[in-house]
């Protein structure tokens, strides 16, 4: 299999399992939020949601060196 190919395929299932990932996690805060207008407490994340969120840091990482690789290899 060629590199290229295989850049490729890397790019598309990493893309698919980082937006499924990203809709799998809990919605940590409104838009109200981001303008000051919330009340909630930060909390820590914990057993599946930190694992939801470390797989999603990953997938992303390995999505933008696949492509920051395929603009590299010919």
């Known amino acids: 299999m ?3 190919v295989f850049l ?3 790019i598309f ?3 698919i399992i980082s937006i499924l990932l990203i809709l799998l996690q809990q919605r940590g805060a409104s838009l109200g939020a981001g303008f000051g207008g ?3 407490l ?3 994340r914990r057993g599946l949601e930190k694992s ?3 797989a999603t840091i990953v997938f992303v990482v390995v999505f933008v060196l696949s ?3 395929i603009l590299i290899v010919p």
């Open 2 to 4: 060629d590199i290229g």
């Open 8 to 10: 490729n395929i890397l």
């Open 13 to 15: 299932v990493s893309a």
């Open 38 to 40: 919330s009340g909630e």
């Open 42 to 44: 930060n909390t820590e």
């Open 52 to 54: 939801l969120f470390n």
């Open 67 to 69: 492509i920051l690789a």
